[in-house]
């Protein structure tokens, strides 16, 4: 089993900045892949950015450019750096992790990002 705990959400108005993090614990070693989705309300959970343990980077065509993923593939914790964010950015932001031999996935409890005035 794998833990994720993340922090660093809370409100921000439309143009800031924010940090999330997120550390796993527990069998850890299996991980390959960590990232981050997101879930605002009445929509669907969507990949916002994922990394490798090679260092391999994807993000969403809607947070590329404003959002920067980061991670120590060793220690199993993960950032976004979300930059000139805007108010469709707000959501709930999950943690995730996906492990191989066998395929899981896992995600955090969440931590809300909300942009407003």
């Known amino acids: 089993q794998v833990q994720l705990v993340e922090s660093g959400g809370g409100l921000v108005q439309p143009g800031g900045s924010l940090r999330l993090s997120c550390a796993a614990s527990g069998t850890i070693f299996r991980i390959n892949t960590m990232g981050w989705y997101r879930q605002a309300p009445g929509k669907q959970r969507e990949l916002v950015a994922t990394?490798?343990?090679?260092?391999?980077?994807n993000y969403a065509d809607s947070v590329r450019g404003r959002f920067t993923i980061s991670g120590d593939s060793a220690k199993k914790t993960v950032y976004l750096q979300m930059n000139t964010l805007k108010p469709e950015d707000t959501a709930v932001y999950y943690c995730n992790a996906d492990q191989g031999n066998p395929w899981r996935r896992y995600y955090g409890q969440g931590t809300q990002v909300t942009v407003s005035d």
């Open positions: 990394i490798t343990n090679a260092g391999s980077i």
